[in-house]
C-alpha cells in the first residue's frame, strides 16, 4: 500500500514529467497536457475537430456516474485558462449540442458533476466561421403531376431533361398490375410531364428479354451518356440480377443477356457513378421474398459497361454492411456513404438504421467524418449533391421524416427548416434546373416540388 506521503511524491513526480514534456510552451499548453493525463473521458469532440458555428454536434463521453444526475458543461476558447457555462446535460454519456458563435482554434469542452468531483475534458479542437445558409426556399411546382403516385422510381437527370423510371404502388392495380410497373416519365420544368415509355409489365405473358421488369428502389446512374438500371428488387418473388440501358427513356438495351451480375443475389444496394465506372455498394438478401441465403453486404463491385465487373475490397475500417440509401452522392471526387439501414429478414427481425458519414476517394481507403450525424438514423431516406454540399433527405426511422439537412464537409450539418412537404421515405430527388427536386415517394402522392437558392 502507498501512503498519502508517497502518493503525494509520485503526483509532484508526475507534474515534473509533465511540465519538462511541455518545455518553455504556453500555460494553455500545460494546462492541456494536465488535464489529459488528469481526467480524459469526453471522446467527441476529437483533437483536432473543427466544428463549425451553428451546426448540431453529439458529445459523447464516459459517465461521470451522477445516477443519472445533471452535469454542467462548459466552454473554453483559449485553451482552459477560462471556463464558461454553457448548460447542464443529463449524465447520460451523449448530449445534442449546437456550437455557439465563439470561434477559436484552441477550444476545449468540460463536464463537472455537481458534488465537486473529478471533471471529464476534451481534447483540444476548434470552432471555425459558420457554413450555414439561410436564402433557400421550396416551391410548389406542381402538386399533382399526371404520373401516379409512387415510390422508390427512379431518378436521373439526362439530357436536360429529370427521368422518373418505374416504381411501386401495390394499391394501385391499374398503373401497377404487378406491384411495380417499368414506364418512364421525363419533364424539364416539373410542371409538364411526358410518358416516355408506356408499362409493359402487365401480366405474366411479359418477355423479360425484351423490355426491363418492373421494379423501384433499384441501381440507378447516367454512365456514357446513357441511363442505366442496375439490378432490382424481389417483389416478383425472384432477384433481379439485370442491368439496362438508354439514351433516349424510350428504347432500353439489356448489357447483360443470359450473364448474371456476379454480384446477385442482392437488392437495395446503393449505386453511384463514379470515376467513368459504375459502382455498387452495401445492399442485402431478402429471402422472405425469394428463397435465399441471407446475407447482409459490404463489398463494392465496379463496372465500366454493366458486363465485366471488377470488386473492390476496402481497407478496414469501414461502414458497416447496410443498403437502402437513394439517390447518390459524389462529392470532392469522393464517394460518400450517407446513413442507410438493413431490411428485417426470417432470422434478423430487428432491422438497423445508421446516420454515419463516410467517404472514399477509390472504394478502398475510408474515412469516417461522423459517427452520429445530427440527423437522426434512417433508411430509405435520399442522398444528393447539390449547391456544392451534401444533402440528406426525408427517409424511415420507424416513421416517415420530412427533415431535410446539408452540408459542406460531411461534418458539419444544418437543418433546412419549415420544410413544407408531407413526411415520406424512398422519393425520387433530382438535381436539375439550379435547384433541387423532390418528387412524390411513399406520402403516395404525385406532388413536385423544388428547392432554390434566392442569392443576394
Request: hydrophobic content about 35%.
Amino acid at each position: 500500500m502507498v501512503n498519502i506521503r508517497n502518493r503525494n511524491v509520485l503526483r509532484l513526480e508526475l507534474l515534473a514529467v509533465l511540465l519538462l514534456a511541455c518545455g518553455s510552451g504556453s500555460y494553455a499548453a500545460r494546462h492541456r497536457s494536465a488535464s489529459t493525463a488528469r481526467a480524459q473521458g469526453i471522446s467527441v469532440p476529437a483533437e483536432g475537430d473543427r466544428w463549425a458555428v451553428g451546426s448540431r454536434h453529439w458529445i459523447a463521453w464516459t459517465p461521470i456516474d451522477t445516477h443519472g444526475g445533471q452535469v454542467r458543461l462548459e466552454l473554453s476558447t483559449d485553451g482552459g485558462k477560462r471556463w464558461d457555462t454553457v448548460n447542464s446535460v443529463p449524465d447520460s454519456g451523449r448530449a445534442f449540442w449546437t456550437v455557439p458563435e465563439r470561434v477559436s482554434r484552441r477550444c476545449l469542452l468540460r463536464l463537472s458533476p455537481p458534488n465537486g468531483g473529478e471533471p471529464r475534458v476534451s481534447r483540444r479542437f476548434a470552432i471555425v466561421p459558420s457554413q450555414e445558409v439561410h436564402d433557400y426556399r421550396w416551391v410548389s411546382v406542381n402538386p399533382k403531376a399526371p404520373f401516379a403516385p409512387r415510390d422508390g422510381a427512379g431518378a436521373l437527370t439526362f439530357a436536360g431533361r429529370m427521368w422518373l423510371l418505374g416504381g411501386w404502388n401495390p394499391g394501385d392495380k391499374q398503373h401497377f398490375p404487378r406491384i411495380c410497373n417499368n414506364e418512364v416519365w421525363s419533364s424539364t420544368d416539373g410542371k409538364k410531364w411526358t410518358l416516355e415509355k408506356p408499362n409493359t409489365f402487365l401480366d405474366r405473358s411479359f418477355d423479360p428479354r425484351s423490355d426491363w421488369e418492373g421494379r423501384h428502389t433499384a441501381g440507378y446512374a447516367v454512365h456514357r451518356g446513357r441511363m442505366w438500371i442496375v439490378g432490382g428488387d424481389v417483389n416478383q418473388g425472384h432477384y433481379q440480377p439485370d442491368v439496362w440501358s438508354s439514351a433516349d427513356g424510350k428504347a432500353w438495351v439489356q448489357a447483360n443477356p443470359g450473364k448474371a451480375v456476379p454480384w446477385g443475389p442482392r437488392a437495395l444496394h446503393y449505386t453511384v457513378s463514379f470515376q467513368d465506372r459504375i459502382w455498387v455498394l452495401g445492399g442485402q438478401t431478402m429471402p422472405a421474398f425469394s428463397p435465399s441465403e441471407e446475407l447482409f453486404y459490404r463489398d463494392i463491385w465496379r463496372s465500366a459497361d454493366g458486363v465485366n465487373w471488377e470488386q473492390v475490397t476496402p481497407k478496414e475500417p469501414s461502414w458497416s454492411p447496410r443498403g437502402m440509401i437513394g439517390g447518390s452522392a459524389v462529392f470532392r471526387n469522393r464517394i460518400w456513404v450517407l446513413g442507410g439501414g438493413t431490411y428485417d429478414t426470417p432470422k434478423t427481425p430487428t432491422r438497423n438504421f445508421y446516420n454515419d458519414v463516410w467517404s472514399s476517394p477509390d472504394g478502398v481507403r475510408w474515412t469516417r467524418h461522423a459517427a452520429n450525424a445530427p440527423w437522426a438514423p434512417r433508411q430509405y431516406h435520399e442522398v444528393a449533391v447539390w449547391d456544392n454540399r451534401l444533402w440528406v433527405l426525408e427517409g424511415y426511422g420507424g416513421s416517415n421524416r420530412n427533415d431535410v439537412w446539408y452540408s459542406a464537409d460531411g461534418v458539419n450539418w444544418y437543418e433546412l427548416p419549415n420544410t413544407p412537404w408531407k413526411p415520406r421515405h424512398a422519393a425520387s430527388v433530382f438535381v436539375h434546373d439550379h435547384g433541387l427536386w423532390m418528387v412524390a415517394g411513399n406520402n403516395m402522392e404525385s406532388d413536385v416540388w423544388k428547392l432554390v437558392r434566392d442569392r443576394r
